[in-house]
C-alpha cells in the first residue's frame, strides 16, 4: 500500500514533467529541446499508465513489475536520445552530426550487446532480464556520456547558459543515482531509507529543467570567466 | 575513415568506461539497482 508520501513525490514528479513541456512551448525552446521535451512527455504518458496499472492490479502484481520495468526502460532509451540531442546541439557548429548520431547508434547497439552476453545465462525470463539488464546498463552509460558532455562543454567553451544548465541538472541526477546505488551496496541495511530516495531524485530532473528553461532565456550567454578577467 | 573509427574507439571507451563504473559501484555487495525515471512507486525486482 502506497502512503501518501509515495502519491505526494509521484504527483509532484509528474507535474514538474508536465510543466517542462508547458514551460519549453512557453518559451519558444520546444523545437530547439525537442527530444528532451519528447522523454518529458513519455514521462507523463508512462506515469499515467502505471498509475492505472498500479490502481487496477496492486503494487505487488506481477502486471505492474511487468509494465513498470518495460516502460521504465523505454523511458531510459528516449533520456539516451535525450542526451545525445545535447550532443548534436553542443557540437552544432563544427558539423559533426552525423558522426554523433553514428556513436550514438554504435554505443547503444553495444550496451545492448553486452547486457544480452551478461543475461545469456539465464534461460527462464531471458526478455525481462534483458530489459532490466539494458536499463541499468543505460544510466550508467548515461552517466558517463554526461560528464563526456560536460568536459567538451568546457573546452569548447560553450557559453549558452541554458543549455549549460540542462546538462548540469542531467549530472547531478546520474550522480546522485549512482551514488545512492553504492551505498546502498555498501550498507545494505540502508536500502529501505534509501528506496525512498529514488522518486525523490527523479522527481528533482523535471523541476530543475521547468526552472532554468523558465528563468533562463533561450539566448542568454555565460560570461566566460577569462572575458570577465579582462573586463575588471 | 579515419573519424568513424575515432567515433568506434571513443564508443567503446565510454561503454568500457560506464561497465567499468558499474563494476566499481556494485563489488561490495549485491543489491538490486533500482531507478524510477517517473517517480512511481518501485516494485521488486525481477
Known amino acids: 500500500m502506497l502512503g501518501p508520501a509515495d502519491w505526494v513525490i509521484w504527483s509532484l514528479a509528474t507535474l514538474f514533467e508536465a510543466a517542462v513541456v508547458v514551460c519549453s512551448v512557453r518559451k519558444k525552446v520546444f523545437r530547439r529541446y525537442f527530444f528532451l521535451n519528447l522523454y518529458m512527455l513519455f514521462s507523463v504518458l508512462v506515469s499515467v499508465g502505471q498509475f492505472r496499472v498500479l490502481m487496477h492490479y496492486g503494487r505487488s502484481s506481477l502486471e505492474y513489475r511487468y509494465f513498470y520495468y518495460y516502460s521504465e526502460a523505454l523511458l531510459v532509451i528516449s533520456l539516451y536520445f535525450a542526451l545525445i540531442s545535447l550532443y548534436s546541439v553542443v557540437f552544432q557548429e563544427l558539423r559533426v552530426e552525423r558522426y554523433v548520431r553514428f556513436g550514438a547508434v554504435l554505443l547503444l547497439a553495444g550496451t545492448a550487446w553486452f547486457s544480452y552476453a551478461v543475461v545469456n545465462q539465464s534461460s527462464a525470463r531471458m526478455l525481462t532480464h534483458f530489459v532490466y539488464e539494458l536499463s541499468q546498463n543505460l544510466y550508467f552509460i548515461g552517466l558517463v556520456l554526461t560528464y563526456a558532455l560536460w568536459g567538451v562543454i568546457l573546452k569548447l567553451r560553450e557559453t549558452r547558459a541554458l543549455l549549460v544548465q540542462l546538462v548540469l541538472s542531467l549530472g547531478v541526477y546520474f550522480s546522485a543515482y549512482a551514488a545512492s546505488y553504492a551505498i546502498s551496496n555498501l550498507r545494505p541495511d540502508l536500502l529501505p531509507h534509501i528506496a525512498y530516495l529514488f522518486p525523490i531524485i527523479g522527481c528533482l530532473l523535471p523541476l530543475a529543467w521547468a526552472y532554468a528553461i523558465w528563468r533562463v532565456p533561450g539566448e542568454a550567454r555565460i560570461e566566460p570567466a577569462r572575458l570577465a578577467v579582462a573586463s575588471r | ?46
Not at chain 2, 573519424?3 to 561503454?15: A, F, H, Q, Y
Request: hydrophobic share 50%; proline share 9%.
Open chain 2, 1 to 46: 575513415m579515419s573519424r568513424k573509427l575515432t567515433v568506434v574507439l571513443l564508443s567503446m571507451l565510454v561503454l568500457a568506461g560506464a561497465m567499468g563504473l558499474k563494476t566499481v559501484v556494485t563489488a561490495h555487495g549485491n543489491s538490486p539497482a533500482v531507478f524510477s525515471a517517473t517517480g512511481a512507486p518501485i516494485p521488486t525486482p525481477f
